[in-house]
């Protein structure tokens, strides 16, 4: 069997593939001549592509928050056609300090953003690895590396998400199958729109929350440079890679507060090295 950077079609699972990032990521991957399976939260969100594509791209529905209906979703996909490529892509953001937060909210973001790739992962890790390969792909974002306020519930998700994958990556390298974590930066997909806003407590008003808050809000879509066409394309190439990178990280303004952000921890670490260093048990 050949391996799966070298095989000329090869089959796509994609979870929120009715639009943003994962919509393009879809599309780019069927117009490469690969066979996709989308998932959405609503029936005949594709059709547009199935009239272009014909049953290239084939639709299953699926409420990340009903972790209950992964496994019945991804054993009916694999049972009809075998996985080389899964994408991890679905997501959203609710702004908020964390008290602001519902506890519904803080758990579905948890369930789409961590727990559902989590089960998804594990269940194509097997099929992958006796089949000789395969490639995952898990969105994340600079916050998977950086941390800001009114997103604690999404960076946790991330923060998870980014570690679980380097995780798994160490432990089915050796089988072929690669895991890659992809951080893009402010992307034109819709992103403000899709924004959720908790109810504002008066305690946070001219807080760092509240500032926060406001240039969401505020924010100009077009003020956001990164190219989802470019971003699916470079994913779409990294699966292709023999020896893909653990992390990616794409758009300039993510590349920044990446690197500030790992400097910053780098540097208080340093400044604790002889604290570290002093808790060994003595002679």
């Known amino acids: 069997m050949p391996k799966v950077a070298d095989k000329e079609v090869r089959h796509w699972f994609v979870t929120g593939g009715s639009g943003g990032l994962g919509r393009r990521i879809v599309e780019h991957a069927l117009r490469q001549g690969d066979r996709v399976t989308a998932t959405v939260r609503r029936a005949g969100a594709l059709g547009d592509l199935a009239e272009e594509f014909g049953d290239r791209v084939t639709e299953e529905v699926l409420d990340l928050t009903r972790l209950d209906d992964v496994d019945d979703v991804v054993g009916r996909v694999i049972a009809a056609d075998p996985v080389d490529v899964v994408v991890n892509n679905a997501g959203f953001a609710v702004v908020g300090a964390t008290e602001e937060q519902s506890v519904q909210q803080i758990r579905e973001q948890l369930d789409v953003m961590l727990t559902a790739p989590l089960l998804i992962t594990r269940a194509f890790v097997r099929p992958m690895r006796e089949q000789g390969g395969g490639r995952i792909i898990q969105i ?38 690669h895991l890659t974590v992809i951080e893009p930066g402010g992307t034109r997909t819709g992103f403000k729109d899709a924004l959720t806003f908790a109810p504002e407590l008066d305690a946070y008003r001219g807080t760092p929350v509240d500032q926060v808050r406001r240039q969401l809000r505020e924010m100009d879509p077009n003020a956001l440079t990164g190219d989802p066409d470019k971003i699916a394309a470079i994913v779409y190439q990294t699966t292709r890679q023999s020896d893909p990178p653990v992390r990616l990280t794409l758009g300039g303004d993510s590349y920044d507060a990446v690197r500030v952000a790992m400097t910053e921890r780098l540097t208080a670490l340093e400044d604790q090295r002889a604290v570290a260093e002093s808790v060994a048990v003595g002679d």
Do not use: D, I
């Open 140 to 177: 994340s974002s600079m916050g998977g590396q950086v941390a800001v306020p009114t997103h604690s519930s999404y960076h946790a998700a991330k923060w998870g998400l980014e570690g679980f994958s380097e995780s798994v990556n160490r432990e089915v390298s050796g089988f072929g199958v």
